[in-house]
């Protein structure tokens, strides 16, 4: 999983551009990188097995 996690993370800095995020720290790899990983209902987790709640995902659909 790790060797995918970092595959998916280089992936990540060479073709995407993130609201808010200084391109010169994305683009060195030293701005922190969280990839989901699974959700069920309203729980969601990362690579590393983080859990959090998905409240935020209907903000940008007002």
Not at 25 to 50: F, K, L, Q, Y
């Amino acid at each position: 999983m790790l060797d995918q996690s970092n595959e998916l993370a280089a992936w990540d800095r060479d073709h995407f551009f993130h609201p808010s995020t200084h391109m010169g720290t994305h683009a060195r790899g030293e701005s922190p990188t969280r990839i989901m990983a699974g959700g069920e209902g309203v729980t969601v987790w990362d690579n590393n097995g983080r859990k959090s709640i998905d409240a935020f995902a209907g903000l940008y659909c007002v």
